[in-house]
C-alpha cells in the first residue's frame, strides 16, 4: 500500500500563493498517477490538477476549468513528491486539498491538507 502525506495548507489572504506538497512512499513512484482534490464540508470531492504517467518519464498535465492559470502542478520523481502551487488565490479555493497516488489500479489518499483564502 501507497502511505500518501499531504503538507503546506495554512491561511492566506486573496491573492496570495501557497505551495502544496504530497509525499508518497514506495520505489515506483515515477509510475504513479498522481492528483490533488479538494473538498468542503457537505461537498462532494471535487478534481483539481494531476499529472498522469503515460509510460517511460513522460507526463500529462490536467486542471479543472477553475484553476487553469491560476495552479500548476509539477512533482520531483527523486524525492517522490507532487507539489501544488497555487497563486492568486480566491476565497472560493477554501476547502482542504487532498492528494491520490494511483498505482496498479489502486488509489490511495492522504489525509488531506486545509487552505483558507480571506477575503
Known amino acids: 500500500q501507497v502511505q500518501v502525506v499531504e503538507s503546506g495548507g495554512g491561511l492566506v489572504q486573496a491573492g496570495g500563493s501557497l505551495r502544496l506538497s504530497c509525499a508518497a512512499s514506495?520505489?515506483?513512484?515515477?509510475?504513479?498517477?498522481m492528483g490533488w482534490f479538494r473538498q468542503n464540508s457537505g461537498q462532494d470531492r471535487e478534481f483539481v490538477a494531476a499529472?498522469?504517467?503515460?509510460?517511460?518519464?513522460?507526463?500529462?498535465?490536467d486542471y479543472t476549468d477553475a484553476v487553469k492559470g491560476r495552479f500548476t502542478i509539477s512533482r520531483d520523481n527523486a524525492k517522490n513528491t507532487l507539489y501544488l502551487q497555487m497563486d492568486s488565490l480566491k476565497p472560493e479555493d477554501t476547502a482542504v486539498y487532498y492528494c491520490?497516488?494511483?498505482?496498479?489500479?489502486?488509489?490511495?489518499w492522504g489525509q488531506g491538507t486545509q487552505v483558507t483564502v480571506s477575503s
Open positions: 491520490k497516488a494511483t498505482y496498479d489500479g489502486k488509489d490511495n
Open positions: 499529472m498522469r504517467w503515460n509510460g517511460e518519464n513522460t507526463y500529462t498535465e
Open positions: 514506495g520505489r515506483t513512484f515515477s509510475r504513479y498517477h
